[in-house]
């Protein structure tokens, strides 16, 4: 008799915890995603904007504190005739890179694909009126590379949009409100890069820190992230607030830094247990700039994208198109020879996480399953000791020809004995190791 009072109580009770049913609960196809983005391990990132006409970089606009209803004008110039989706995912694709991530639209505010809720686009308010993002989401899924878009929270044109500690000096005036009307305009646009272009692999925020003297600002970020998460379940959310990720988030985003370090400055926050990833400037900026020819060498880039997978994260490394519609030069040269690397190594790369023995000086390892992958990058000597937490190894021998190294025992780990004093690029040795 007392039974049935208990259980209508608990289940009044369990009726008012909407904060625990709250929590996010990433989807079976979301965790699938995570596994995949990390195998993939690298990316490309595309930042191209009406900014590229100006050569300056990205931050143009608030850096010379351009006028923005002038800067506007530039739309009406902008024609890449030399634009070819197809040129650009095979570039991409020959670098060994499993997916590109493009500015959808940055903080100067110009949508770089068609989009209902604005006219500020590269059709609507274009002499070139194609939706590049269009050709170049079917291009990908064409060439079968994921797809990842770059959306800016800041919005230096918009006069709804909030004013941050950015863009102040470019005539835009001062908004006063609740941003209701900003906050519907970029979920409409998220809806629609969600639902017009295929299936997305992630949308990677930007801007948050815009507004990082004012604690209270409220972003409303799980409504957004909610959103795109019933759009596209699998679709992953990352957010380059340079935080410790907030709930909602799928991936941990790290800005010119190996996850753990801070040398850039923007990267202080602690690693979480999400699937990372660190983007790059392949030259020193993000967009196009005419003046910055500085580009990494070869041997740097691929220095970093192994640096990133023995710290268990993916590298995004960045071009910024030119305005003719090309990607520069250089960037193509870059990402052939980095192609061909990957040929060879990518074995050791994809599919893998950060090995059992950490980052060192002398370079990192990377593992899958019983096979490690001790990649030496900078060592002067044909020793190496490896810390292996009392370990067993079958066998050793270097993943290029597969030839027999030499080891010795040496308390808790080994000793490699290296034919030669490694002056490849990446000297990889290959370790088999015993049981799991
Ligand atoms: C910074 C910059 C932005 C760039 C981004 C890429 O947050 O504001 O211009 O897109 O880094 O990581």
Redesign the pocket.
């Given at each position: 008799m007392m039974k049935t009072p208990i259980i209508l109580s608990l289940l009044f009770a369990v009726s008012f915890l909407p904060a625990k049913a709250q929590t996010y609960e990433p989807s079976a196809e979301n965790l699938k995603a995570r596994q995949e983005f990390q195998d993939n391990k690298f990316g490309i990132f595309l930042?191209w904007g009406l900014y590229c006409m100006l050569a300056t970089g990205?931050?143009t606009m608030t850096n010379n504190n351009l006028n923005y209803k002038e800067y506007a004008k530039l739309a009406g110039g902008f024609y890449p005739s030399k634009f070819n989706a197809a040129e650009w995912v095979s570039a991409i694709k020959a670098s060994g890179a499993k997916y590109i991530c493009f500015t959808s639209r940055?903080?100067e505010g110009f949508s770089m694909f068609h989009t209902q809720y604005s006219d500020y686009n590269i059709v609507d308010a274009t002499p070139f009126k194609r939706d590049v993002v269009k050709e170049l989401a079917d291009e990908c899924h064409k060439q079968g590379i994921r797809l990842h878009f770059?959306y800016s929270h800041i919005d230096w044109y918009r006069e709804d949009a909030p004013w941050g500690r950015t863009g102040r000096g470019t005539g835009r005036p001062n908004p006063k409100g609740d941003w209701k009307s900003y906050y519907t305009f970029m979920n409409n646009q998220l809806t629609e890069l969600l639902t017009n272009y295929g299936p997305i692999g992630a949308i990677w925020f930007?801007g948050w820190w815009d507004q990082d003297a004012n604690p209270d600002f409220d972003w409303q970020l799980p409504e957004q992230y909610a959103m795109i998460h019933r759009l596209q379940p699998a679709c992953l959310v990352g957010n380059?607030h340079h935080q410790t990720p907030f709930p909602g988030e799928d991936i941990q985003i790290f800005?010119r830094d190996l996850p753990g370090e801070n040398r850039a400055g923007l990267s202080g926050q602690d690693v979480s247990h999400l699937p990372l990833e660190t983007?790059e400037t392949m030259n020193g900026m993000?967009g196009y700039k005419i003046t910055d020819q500085n580009y990494k060498s070869t041997k740097t880039l691929i220095h970093y994208l192994v640096k990133a997978a023995g710290k268990d994260a993916n590298l995004l490394m960045n071009i910024g198109p030119q305005p003719d519609g090309c990607l520069p030069e250089v960037s193509v040269q870059r990402l052939k020879e980095m192609g061909e690397w990957m040929k060879v190594y990518g074995e050791t790369i994809y599919g893998t996480r950060g090995g059992i023995v950490s980052p060192h000086d002398w370079g990192v390892t990377t593992q899958k399953g019983n096979r490690l992958f001790v990649h030496i990058l900078n060592l002067q000597d044909n020793a190496l000791y490896l810390p292996l937490n009392g370990k067993m190894v079958k066998k050793a021998f270097l993943f290029k020809d597969q030839s027999p190294v030499h080891i010795a025992r040496a308390g808790q780990g080994i000793v490699l004995q290296l034919p030669e004093t490694p002056v490849d690029m990446d000297y990889v040795v290959e370790l088999q190791l015993v049981g799991q």
């Open positions: 930042h990205e931050w940055h903080h770059y930007d380059n800005e983007c993000w």
